[in-house]
């Protein structure tokens, strides 16, 4: 019998009533909860508010905070303003004058167009906003508290909008736990910040906390001078610029050298037609254009901005707008990571003196001492005539060649001999089999020569891939390398794959790898390890890699493991000869995992060193 025939012969006088459990929640209710994907912490207050600041047209852009701007985010523009009539909706969910339609979403060029997060705010806050247009006689008022919206109210103020945000969360204990303390709170309110003022050239800003001033950017600041301000002359001296066309794509901006990559992605800045990302496309062009340049788990230092045809990315993926997507991210991704990989390329990877003395000092092994005058210039210096700048000198009995440098703030002549390029003569001081010491015109540097060694194997595999295929030795008696049945299939799997870099694999019985060949440029090959590392980098990619892949996973241990090694006994001829090859591969300043090959010390970093300066 069916519950519906029970039903049908249950006795007449009984009566079966039914209570609605669901229910339309109150608005106010409703719009907390939709607050929750906009409005996280004061951080993403001062990012909303503050972008409504420049789609205004703010030009002088002013923010303050009270404590961590849980308290307080005010947000002050010079912009356009509201008049009444909009001020009446500027609470009300999905109000917005950026779109019309559903077509527009095709072409959004604001930063905001969601319509999302005032109401968000309101409904979390109390909430105020003091506008005037630019040709009304008087301003407006309205507030929103806690999503109770007031009537709009004459009131007096400067052309441009204010926005108060006060005691966010108040009401809402649940959610003002998860908060953060003051100084983390205000921290992620400044990265907000920081990322805008870099983002939008042309636009002061001014930031305070608890009515101290903690930020000051001049509108007339290009990208340059902002990250000085921000983060320190140091990095911004060694920011390389980027430029780079792929039709009406457009990437600009400034990279810095691997040495200055960070253990965080705080510095690391992307910008799409003016709006701060943190995009995992755009995460990984960075990570693929610095292989092989970094040091593993450094994050690179870039401020990029990327200009397209908005119909080409689709900005609307999530509440907070920090995601996109785009229309041909494959084709995106190597035209990006081209373009940041050439203007690397021109960037200074060497390790200045000067940085290793200050590490040297935070760790206590080294203090300045009090100020000291610094070297005394020497003035010109006669030699069968007179010549002012660095020269070389005399020969002395010992076989050392001695350098004059030119002092602090002194050139070389255009007809001195120092000032055509390095020569890359010796003589070498060989310290303890690994390190060449070496004079250079401008100090000395420090060359690791098997950090060196590796990259100019590594490129030299390099170009031989790019040429058309790796030259490869074949070996007169193949090499046995035991190896696991599911090992073997594995190797086996990606055979041709292993070819197109120069290393040939055969099976040889179930449970062996018979190495058969292996590039030619490799100076020693370990082929039990070169198949070991082959195992693990396969087994970790799983599905068969394409050539480049391959180069950078495997081409790294192979130039590594068969390049001169720390310990090795390089004669004059030898070290003259890794030199040069250093040069006809562009330099060779770190090796292919990121460490840096020589270490440069000039005059200042002398003066400095001998607590001169």
Known sequence: MTDLDAHQDSPPDRVVTCTARIAELPERVRNQIAAGEVVERPASVVKELV????????????????????KLVRVVDDGIGMGPEDLVLAFCPHATSKLRDVDDLEHIASLGFRGEALASIGAVSHATILSRPADAPTGYRIEDEWGDV??????????????????????????????????????????????????????????????????????????????????????????????????????????????????????????LNGRPLRDKVLIGVLKQAYRGLSV??????????????????????????????????????????????????????????????????????????????????????RDDGSMRGARPASNVDDGFRVYEVPASGESARADDPWSKPDDLAGPYVKVAKTYILRA???????????????????????????????EVQRLLVPELVEVSRSEGKLLETHAAALEGIGVFLEPFGDTTIAVQGVPALLRSTDSDALVRDLIAMLGRIGAPPPATELLEEVLHSMACRSSVMAGDTLSDEDVHALLRRAVE??????????????????????????HRR
Do not use: Y
């Not at 015109?441 to 030299?460: K, M, N, S, Y």
């Open 51 to 70: 972008e409504n600041a420049l789609d205004a047209g703010g030009r002088e852009i002013r923010v303050d905070l009270e404590e961590g701007g849980v």
């Open 150 to 271: 007031s009537s709009v109210v004459d009131a007096g103020g400067p052309r441009g909008t204010s926005i108060e945000v006060r005691d966010l969360f108040l009401r809402l204990p649940a959610r003002r736990r998860f908060l953060k303390r003051t100084s983390t709170e205000l921290g992620r309110c400044l990265d907000i910040l920081q990322r805008l003022i870099i983002a939008h050239e042309g636009i002061g800003f001014v930031v305070t906390h608890d009515k101290k001033r903690v930020l000051d950017v001049e509108a007339g600041m290009d990208r340059r001078e902002r990250v000085r301000r921000l983060f320190g002359a140091d990095l911004a001296d060694a920011l390389e610029p980027v430029h780079g066309e792929d039709g009406t794509t457009l990437l600009t901006g400034l990279v810095a050298p691997p040495r200055f990559g960070r253990g965080d992605t705080t510095r690391q800045m992307w910008f």
């Open 296 to 381: 593993e788990q450094r994050q690179p230092v870039a401020f990029l901005s990327l200009s397209m045809d908005p119909a080409l990315v689709d900005v609307n993926v999530s509440p907070t707008k920090s995601d996109v997507r785009f229309r041909d991210d494959r084709r995106l991704f190597g035209f990006l990571v081209a373009t940041i990989r050439r203007a690397l390329a021109a960037t200074d990877m060497a390790t200045p003196g000067d940085r290793m003395l200050s590490t040297i000092a935070r760790r206590g092994a080294w203090a300045p001492a009090p100020q000291q005058a610094p070297l005394p210039d020497p003035g010109p210096q």
């Open 440 to 470: 250079v015109p401008d100090g000395f540097e420090i060359v690791d020569q098997h950090a060196l060694h590796e990259r100019i194997t590594f490129e030299g595999l390099k170009q031989q891939l790019a040429a058309g295929g790796v």
């Open 585 to 610: 591969v562009g330099g060779a300043q770190t090796c292919p995992h990121g460490r840096p090959t020589r270490v440069h010390f000039g005059l200042a970093d002398l003066e400095k060193a001998f």
